[in-house]
């Protein structure tokens, strides 16, 4: 059974920046693709980032974030991050890490992940 647990949300104001972590276990971090969504109230929970378990391989971006977040990954901590610059009011959201129900899959798509942490809020004054 994977774990992941997010951490690193917060208050912040318009312009800020903020670095989420996601430590997971449970299994071999580097088959993973992992990916970050968020969701805010009201809304569905919506693609943010995506990054292959392949060192080199695939990342992608929903468009509100690209040019201000930036996804990576610490395969020897096992760890999952989301750099968050020049954040927007519209960014407030809990932020979620997730890892697919088959490890390898590169995908943008909620539906194809499985494993979710709990979530780290966000919130961004204006």
């Known amino acids: 059974q994977l774990h992941l647990v997010e951490s690193g949300g917060g208050l912040v104001q318009a312009g800020d920046s903020l670095r989420l972590s996601c430590i997971v276990s449970?299994?071999?971090?580097?088959?993973?693709?992992m990916g970050w969504f968020r969701q805010a109230p009201g809304k569905e929970r919506e693609f943010v980032a995506a990054?292959?378990?392949?060192?080199?391989?695939?990342?992608r971006f929903a468009d509100s974030v690209k040019g201000r977040f930036t996804i990576s990954r610490d395969n020897t901590a096992n760890t999952l991050y989301l750099r968050m610059i020049t954040l927007e009011p519209e960014d407030t959201a809990v932020y979620y890490c997730?890892?697919?129900?088959?490890?390898?899959?590169?995908?943008?798509?909620?539906?194809?992940?499985?494993?979710w942490g709990q979530g780290t809020q966000v919130t961004v004054s204006s």
């Open positions: 449970g299994r071999t971090f580097n088959d993973l693709t």
């Open positions: 997730a890892a697919p129900r088959t490890p390898g899959l590169f995908t943008t798509s909620p539906d194809d992940y499985y494993y």
């Open positions: 990054i292959s378990s392949i060192v080199g391989g695939d990342i």
